[in-house]
């Protein structure tokens, strides 16, 4: 208290002190002032992730990552729930001749999280799955609409002359009944009045916050994982799949689109899929497994891909896809041991700080795991114990989830 006493005593009788005094306030308080505008420029419950903590040196994080999956859960259940509503459709509709699709869903868990964030005012605790549910299911404009087309169809048919039989053929003009279906995403700004978000204030928050989540560029599902019971495996012998290594990185295709991102930073999904298919059935790559991917509504926006393109994607390429538990590691073990490659989607852990696919290749004769990691070339060198890759899969879909898919050629 002395110091700053004398401080002030000095700056009063010396106008340049007093200058560098009030210059250095200035740029303490505009330092503080930055702080706090980056702090609430970013959901709560992310400032942790973003600034690097962990479970030991923050027991919040456990909290704050089982809060962000539930964001990242309901973007995969309407993703479930539109498809249903689509085969709904068909069936009430079934009199229509043909059915057009357009299903044009991309929405993510930034948009749900920034309302959320200006809603509660960045108090999470007060977020359900539920609410955050019929929130995402606002932004869905879901529409069914009966045509009648005209088309001409070429057509013959036999009749008797005196001479023999004569085949008349022609086209004719015929009418079907089209059933256009058309799923699309309304805008995050246009969507705010339907929450309140009329003031200013809170429209300039939402955008800002959903703007500066867009910019971290975090890819995956930030679930948590718990442990699985690995005392009642069965022994099985070593197995290998013989599947080739690609990286997301590749200069070949990293760069390459990948819906709004690039294969480098979303791409493990198509590059995962793309080894076991090019193992299994001939030769493909990650630009091509992406492109397909994209087309057909499997890229899930900030979120890596849906995990549709696994069992979608494995059946489009001609292989059998069993999706199987993260309670079942047997079932895991013995694919391996069989020589069958397996796709596993990765929670926070070893492999990544969000969500990350990998490819199991091979088991050992002492039970460790083999990968191929698209990300990274020295974690595809190591041996994995069967627990670490069992207890960091994700626990997207509930506790159980079933985040490993086991691939096979398809048999007739």
């Not at 702090?39 to 709560?44: A, D, E, K, R, Y």
């Not at 079934?94 to 929405?107: A, K, Q, T």
């Not at 393109?309 to 059946?315: E, I, V």
């Not at 002492?366 to 069992?390: C, F, N, Q, T, Y």
Request: proline residues 3%.
């Amino acid at each position: 208290m002395e110091f700053l006493r004398r401080l002030l005593i000095m700056t009063a009788m010396d106008d340049e002190g007093r200058d560098k005094l009030i210059i250095i306030v200035i740029s303490i308080l505009s330092i503080i002032l930055i702080v706090i505008l980056a702090l609430f420029s970013f959901p709560s419950i992310l400032i942790s992730t973003i600034f690097g903590s962990t479970l030991e040196s923050n027991p919040n994080l456990y909290d704050d990552l089982e809060k962000v999956a539930i964001y990242q859960d309901v973007i995969l259940e309407i993703d479930r729930l539109n498809q249903e509503w689509i085969e709904d459709r068909m069936l009430q509709y079934s009199y229509c001749d043909e059915f057009e699709v357009s299903y044009d869903y991309d929405l993510t868990w930034r948009e749900l999280m920034a309302i959320d964030s200006v809603l509660y005012r960045q108090d999470f605790r007060k977020i359900n799955k539920s609410k955050i549910a019929e929130n995402a299911l606002v932004f869905m404009d879901r529409n069914i609409e009966i045509i009648e087309r005209e088309y001409s169809e070429p057509y013959s048919y036999v009749i008797g002359t005196e001479s023999g039989p004569v085949v008349v053929s022609g086209t004719r003009v015929v009418k079907r009944k089209v059933g256009i279906i058309t799923i699309s995403t309304r805008a995050f700004n246009d969507i705010l009045p339907e929450f309140g978000i009329t003031d200013e204030e809170d429209i300039f928050m939402a955008t800002n916050i959903y703007d500066n989540i867009v910019t971290i560029d975090i890819e995956g599902n930030l679930n948590i994982y718990d442990r699985i019971d690995l005392d009642n495996l069965e022994e099985y012998p070593e197995g290998y799949a013989n599947i080739p290594y690609y990286n997301q990185t590749d200069i070949r295709w990293a760069t390459n689109s990948y819906g709004n991102s690039t294969i480098y930073s979303g791409g493990c999904g198509p590059t995962s899929l793309a080894m076991v298919v090019s193992g299994l059935t001939g030769r493909t790559t990650p630009d091509i497994v992406a492109d397909w991917s994209y087309r057909n509504g499997h890229r899930a926006e900030g979120q890596g891909s849906y995990w549709s393109l696994m069992t979608d994607g494995g059946a489009y390429y001609g292989l059998q896809v069993e999706q199987v538990s993260r309670r079942n590691p047997n079932k895991i073990v013995q694919a391996l041991s069989e020589g069958y490659p397996v796709i596993a989607s990765m929670g926070p852990g070893h492999f990544t700080r969000g969500g990350h696919f990998i490819v199991l290749r091979g088991i050992t004769a002492d039970g460790k795991i083999l990968v191929h990691d698209s990300a990274s070339v020295e974690r595809s060198k190591k041996e994995w114990d069967l627990s670490i890759i069992m207890n960091e899969s994700s626990k997207n879909g509930g506790v159980n989830g079933s985040p490993f898919w086991i691939f096979k050629i398809f048999k007739r």
